[in-house]
């Protein structure tokens, strides 16, 4: 292997401006907090610590961009970081699972993609190269593909594939779909960030606008009269169309150009407007499908199509979204991709037992006894929370009709919510392990709950059949499920 220090390859030089421009935010945002550390003193002087701060950030910038270095070899990729304490981390081409493109909004300006090496080791990126051209991305890319499909010879600089260059999309979505999917996203995480600037500007703008006590003893009682059922109606208006427009703004930023097609490897899915990912989800690490869908949704015919994979899709972990609004008819496709089928009718489910609808509300009524009991001590009226007790009684009975497992051709069916309903699709021989659990109430009726452990699932959140008798829970783990 040649290591010739001419062979190794150095990250973008856009990097450099890529970073002077993301921390132009810091900047700006960094002035309130110099102001006040340094005490009383002028903004112009605030802003040269501000400043001071970020050409440090820049400087330590280019010396890590100096000395970050990789190379790729005919059957490996090497990395060599860090300022001070050097690593290098040696990454076989047989190890790697595919590598991920990822082009932010300046990114995609410059022409550059953020790299991430996924491997089989965990959910996670082996390895990132953060940033290079979009035709070395593609190369890098190109190079491990073919390596795994059996070619040594690395393709020409910037040549892509063509099969897949070609390759026609599985499913996409239009404009108006993404719109649809956008009033289902419903959002008020707006407010969040509005409230979040006031606390960090509150210093830098008029007090009088942000001081209750001011606004009363200025317009007296006019001020109380505004607590009426004219003004909470538009405040819930407000914030309705606040809600609505968030949601739109995210979905259309998050899937904006969202496109499925088939690889040699996998499922290609292209998706995002000011942040462009490309991400390839190899068949053979897809655990299993999960449709959801909504109680509005579902009166349209509308499901969410996802995957659960051992490999990383970032803040989502293992969780692939593959179509995140179809029908059914452009789901199907997709599913027969995966080698899954369609879930099958409603009636196919077995039903868990009816001490679900017990548990829960002797659960349910102990914790609002518990509360009620504590909030008299403070407030008389406290017995208004009994009301509690109505929905409490009928969410139960609900969640029962929506909860049930269907077991066919080596495939195990789960569907549970009523809320927001689920199908999860787990080929059995996926199946890592299986757990009986019963909490007390359980142990008291006799009935278990069967969680089923699979390869990249949460261990917080497994799957979960909830409420079985205990002998036919006992049966499914011994023979249908873990057995197979």
């Not at 935010?25 to 003193?41: C, E, K, M, S």
């Not at 909004?105 to 190269?129: K, Q």
Request: hydrophobic share 50%.
């Amino acid at each position: 292997m040649s290591e010739a220090p001419e062979n190794w390859s150095h990250l973008h030089p856009a990097t450099l401006a890529i970073k002077a421009l993301e921390q132009l935010p810091q900047l700006v945002f960094g002035l309130p907090a110099a102001a006040y550390f340094i005490g009383d003193t002028s903004i112009f002087v605030a802003a040269i610590i501000a400043l001071i701060g970020l050409l440090a950030s820049m400087l330590f910038a280019y010396v890590y961009w100096r000395r970050f270095t990789y190379w790729v070899g005919e059957e490996q990729l090497v990395i060599q970081s860090g300022v001070l304490n050097r690593n290098r981390r040696t990454i076989p081409f047989d190890r790697i699972q595919d590598v991920s493109l990822e082009q932010k909004l300046l990114a995609r300006i410059f022409g550059v993609s953020i790299a991430r090496i996924e491997t089989g080791g965990g959910g996670g990126d082996e390895g990132e190269l953060n940033c290079i051209s979009r035709a070395e991305a593609d190369r890098l890319r190109d190079t491990i593909r073919a390596y795994r499909s059996g070619i040594r010879t690395a393709l020409a600089d910037g040549e892509a594939e063509q099969e897949e260059v070609a390759a026609p999309p599985i499913f996409t979505m239009g404009l108006g779909q993404l719109l649809i999917a956008g009033l289902f996203n419903f959002s008020l995480v707006f407010l969040a960030v509005i409230a979040g600037s006031t606390q960090y500007f509150g210093g830098y703008l008029p007090s009088e606008y942000f001081d209750a006590d001011r606004v009363v003893d200025s317009y007296g009682k006019r001020a109380t009269s505004l607590v009426s059922a004219y003004s909470i109606l538009t405040i819930a208006m407000l914030l309705l169309a606040v809600g609505v427009i968030t949601g739109l703004a995210r979905t259309i930023a998050r899937e904006f150009g969202f496109r499925l097609s088939r690889t040699e490897t996998g499922l290609r899915r292209e998706r995002g407007l000011f942040t462009r990912t490309d991400v390839v989800i190899p068949l053979k690490r897809v655990q299993a499908g999960i449709i959801t869908t909504g109680i509005v949704k579902r009166l349209f015919g509308w499901r969410a199509l996802a995957v659960q994979s051992l490999g990383s899709d970032g803040a989502a972990g293992t969780h692939h979204v593959v179509a995140p609004l179809a029908q059914q008819d452009d789901i199907d496709p997709i599913l027969g991709e995966l080698s899954m089928p369609a879930p099958p009718p409603v009636e196919a489910f077995e039903r868990v037992s009816t001490r679900l609808i017990w548990r829960s509300w002797i659960e349910d009524g102990i914790a609002l006894a518990i509360i009620t009991a504590i909030a008299g001590i403070f407030w008389s009226s406290a017995y208004l929370l009994l009301f509690f007790a109505i929905p409490l009684a009928i969410v139960p009975v609900l969640q029962y009709r929506a909860h049930g497992y269907c077991i066919a051709d080596g495939l195990l069916f789960v569907r549970r919510g009523f809320w927001r309903p689920r199908v999860t699709i787990l080929p059995l021989i996926k199946v890592q392990s299986g757990t009986l659990r019963q909490n007390l109430v359980q142990r008291l009726l006799g009935s278990s709950t069967l969680a089923i452990g699979t390869a990249g699932a949460s261990l917080a959140t497994p799957l979960r059949i909830a409420d079985l008798d205990a002998g036919i829970a006992r049966a499914l783990l011994g023979t249908s499920i873990i057995r197979h």
